[in-house]
T-cell receptor, first 109, second 113 residues
């Protein structure tokens, strides 16, 4: 089946690292994605990882993929107030995006 | 490059009415998908178009229909609106076969009263 689960809320202090977790069910996804949504806005593609990779780093963002456990995480280093948003992970087993319900990241100054 | 553009940005309709939402894909993109995002939820896939045909469809009733034009732009039509159709409707475009480049528009906020 197709299902993506995320925790709903994460609160961190400015300057700390944030880790947002996601589990998915369909192991046939070629890519897994992280999107960011700010209030009243569309979705911004943050990063993605190919399914045969374990890790991908892109500036402050690190994506870890555990295929065995079907677990995906997004680490944001040195979290800033501008990182406050809703973060969605998504799988794409058949060309369509299947999203989790989103994790609200609150960054306190 | 204007990216993915959607119109209108906001819309208020009455139950039972019909609505048409529009999307222009990013330059170079020929595949357009539509998603419905209810308040507090993740986006749900409605359908996908390329070569002017519906290629995939999510779990949405026939009241939801679409169209793609030769210039790759697309419309989403919803008939017999229900209160539960109130949501943010998002359009995403990508080059066909390139899963990594799915870009989203800002969305159309539809309110059904």
């Amino acid at each position: 089946g197709e299902d993506v689960e995320q925790s709903l809320f994460l609160s961190v202090r400015e300057g700390d690292s944030s880790v947002i977790n996601c589990t998915y069910t369909d192991s046939s996804s070629t890519y897994l994605y992280w999107y960011k949504q700010e209030p009243g806005a569309g979705l911004q593609l943050l990063t993605y990882i190919f399914s045969n990779m374990d890790m991908k780093q892109d500036q402050r963002l690190t994506v870890l993929l555990n295929k065995k456990d079907k677990h995906l995480s997004l680490r944001i280093a040195d979290t800033q107030t501008g990182d406050s948003a809703i973060y969605f992970c998504a799988e794409t087993p058949t060309g369509k995006l299947i999203f989790g319900q989103g994790t609200t990241l609150q960054v306190k100054p | 490059d204007a990216g993915v553009t959607q119109s209108p940005t906001h819309l208020i309709k009455t139950r039972g009415q019909q609505v048409t939402l529009r999307c222009s894909p990013k330059s170079g993109h020929d595949t357009v998908s539509w998603y419905q995002q209810a308040l507090g939820q993740g986006p749900q896939f409605i359908f996908q178009y390329y070569e002017e045909e519906e290629r995939q469809r999510g779990n949405f009733p026939d009241r939801f229909s679409g169209h793609q034009f030769p210039n790759y732009s697309s419309e989403l039509n919803v008939n017999a609106l229900l209160l539960g159709d109130s949501a943010l409707y998002l359009c995403a475009s990508r080059p066909r076969g390139l899963d990594t480049e799915a870009f989203f528009g800002q969305g159309t906020r539809l309110t059904v009263v």
